[in-house]
C-alpha cells in the first residue's frame, strides 16, 4: 500500500517561497490525481491545488492562483507545489492526497491516501 510523504514545510517571511514535496513509498503515484489541502488552526481544511493523473490537467484555488504551482516528477515519484509570494494566511498544515484513480476526485472523501502533513509558517 502507498503512503505518502509531504516534506519541504518551514518558517518563510511574507514574500518569500517554499516547495512542497509529496513522495509515494511502497508503491508508485503513476497516474494517480493528486490534491494538496491545507488545514490552518481553527479552520477545515480546504483544497488547494490538484493534477490529474490521466491528462495533467490541475487546478487551483482562487486564493492562490498566479502563487503556487503544482507539477508532477514522474521519474522522482514526485508531486510538487511551489509557493511563491506567500502570505501570513497561507500559514497552515499542508497535506498531499492520491487517488483512488487519474480522475481529480469531486471531494476530499474521495482520495485514497493521505500523506501526515508539513507545516507552513508565514510569519515576520
Not at 509531504?6 to 513509498?25: D, F, H, I, N, T
Not at 479552520?43 to 487546478?59: A, F, L, M, Q, Y
Request: some cysteine.
Amino acid at each position: 500500500q502507498a503512503q505518502l510523504v509531504e516534506s519541504g514545510g518551514g518558517l518563510v517571511q511574507p514574500g518569500g517561497s517554499l516547495r512542497l514535496s509529496c513522495a509515494a513509498s511502497g508503491g508508485t503515484l503513476g497516474r494517480y490525481a493528486i490534491g494538496w489541502f491545507r488545514q490552518a488552526p481553527g479552520k477545515e481544511r480546504e483544497g488547494v491545488s490538484c493534477i490529474s493523473g490521466i491528462d495533467g490537467r490541475t487546478h487551483y484555488t482562487d486564493s492562490i492562483k498566479g502563487r503556487f504551482t503544482i507539477s508532477r516528477d514522474s521519474a522522482r515519484n514526485t508531486v510538487y507545489l511551489q509557493m511563491n509570494s506567500l502570505k501570513p494566511e497561507d500559514t497552515a498544515v499542508y497535506y498531499c492526497a492520491a487517488g483512488p484513480s487519474g480522475m481529480i476526485p469531486a471531494y476530499q472523501y474521495e482520495y485514497a491516501y493521505w500523506g501526515q502533513g508539513t507545516q507552513v509558517t508565514v510569519s515576520s
